[in-house]
């Protein structure tokens, strides 16, 4: 008979990976000195893959805020939010929320990954889900927990996402999925173009607004407010985890909606309530989002300054205003070489190979947030470029 875990075995690749002292990942941090800088195996690195964009997790109101929940509530939720675990935190937090946004209600989650999960008890097998070819890998997960049938459209491309909704079953219900700003690359969904072809074709749109909520528009409330189309958009997700700095996620909606997902979502009934201290970071964090508009200029400058230092250095970027960036490098080992290069460098950044992208678009990730400092941005730059002469990426190399 067969064992199942005859199959949990790491590829070879894996150990050889190791070997070459070129595997990036749980790479654990001993200390986070100020809001740039990570300190691993007793060296100060500029920490380069953060998505605390706005550089709240560390900030006084929002820790302070943390330590004071916990004092007076406790460190955990004690249940799940259905039976013995609501708080009347949660619950003001879900108004803030559902006030900054703009929305009727919102409902918080443990998590961004559960928000999204929570989204497959809104579509079932009779129903057609239509993403983005680079969506995150939980609203996939919510597809497939839902039953639905997943229909994918090359990254960006309407007139592909127009030939998917035309191809539909008459009469089967259809939800387009998008992320706002995408988590690899930076670049923002054509929300116009979405809620264009939702209009016309009768498709619900949800927006999954991880990382732009806090980052994109005027006030902060994400890309559907960057494009003016907020009304377009039925339904929209959040996690505490990268503007906010803290953990914790959110789905934002008409009242009946989120009625239905606080009863019927498995990833809200049967987990957890979100702990008192990211409660309260989250909702101080909202108030600074709010009120400190300059930290998301700031967010801007530092990355059209970063993204145009590596493109001036020959790496295939596109100089741009959004805090994350894809440095593309294609091979695998390549990618993990790039990674190690900038590790020596005192730079900490993020390796993405498959199946966080698609294979062969290996890619080093890159985020600046409103923590770094000019000196930040230098040594990142300097590393890029020194790693791109050693490894032959960059013209100069
Ligand atoms: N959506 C997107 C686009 C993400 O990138 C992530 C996490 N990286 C999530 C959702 C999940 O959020 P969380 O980390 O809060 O679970």
């Known amino acids: 008979m067969a064992d199942v875990f005859a199959k949990c075995r790491l590829p070879a690749t894996y150990q050889f990976v190791k070997d070459l002292g070129v595997y990036p990942y749980y790479r654990a941090i001993e200390e986070r000195p100020g809001g740039a800088e990570v300190v691993i195996d007793g060296r100060v690195l500029v920490q380069a893959g953060s998505n605390d964009y706005l550089g709240l997790s560390g900030d006084e109101r929002v820790t302070e805020a943390a330590a004071g929940a916990t004092r007076r509530l406790g460190a955990g939720g004690g249940g799940s939010r259905l039976g013995n675990g609501s708080l009347a935190l949660h619950e003001e937090l879900e ?39 680079l969506i995150h890998a939980c609203l996939i997960d919510a597809v497939r927990l839902g039953g639905a049938r997943l229909r994918r459209y090359r990254h960006h ?60 528009g005027a006030a902060g409330r994400g890309a559907a407010e960057h494009h003016g189309v907020e009304d377009a958009v039925d339904v929209q997700t959040l996690t505490f985890s990268k503007a906010l700095g803290t953990v914790g996620g959110a789905v934002a909606g008409p009242e009946e909606i989120i009625a239905y997902l606080r009863h019927y979502a498995r990833s809200m009934v049967f987990t957890a309530a979100l702990s008192p201290g990211c409660a309260a970071a989250a909702l101080a964090a909202l108030g600074i989002v709010a009120a400190e508009p ?47 290069e900038l590790f020596d460098e005192g730079v900490f950044a993020t390796a993405m190979v498959p199946p966080g992208v698609p294979p062969g678009q290996a890619l080093v990730r890159v985020s600046v947030t409103a923590a770094h400092t000019e000196a930040h941005l230098d040594r990142i730059a300097s590393a890029f470029a020194a790693a791109g002469r050693r490894l032959g990426l960059t013209r100069e190399g």
Do not use: K, Q
């Not at 929305?103 to 129903?127: H, I, Q």
């Not at 690899?184 to 116009?192: A, E, R, Y």
């Open 294 to 340: 300059e930290r998301r200029d700031r967010l801007r400058v530092a990355a059209l300054r970063l993204s145009g230092d590596l493109a001036a250095t020959g790496y295939a970027v596109v100089p741009a205003d959004r805090p994350v960036m894809a440095v593309p490098v294609g091979d695998d080992l390549l990618c993990f070489r790039l990674w190690r």
């Open 95 to 133: 108004a803030r929320l559902a006030a900054f946004l703009g929305r009727a209600a919102v409902m918080v989650t443990s998590a961004g990954y559960l928000a999204n999960l929570a989204l497959g008890a809104l579509v079932g097998p009779e129903d057609t889900v239509i993403g983005d070819r």
């Open 157 to 216: 491309d309407m007139e592909h996402l127009e030939r998917l909704l035309d191809a539909g079953e008459p009469g089967a219900g259809r939800l387009i999925v998008t992320e706002g700003m995408f988590s690899t690359s930076g670049s923002v969904c054509d929300l116009p173009g979405i809620a264009r072809l939702a209009r016309l074709h009768g498709a619900r749109v949800v927006l999954d607004s991880a990382h732009d909520v806090g980052v994109l």
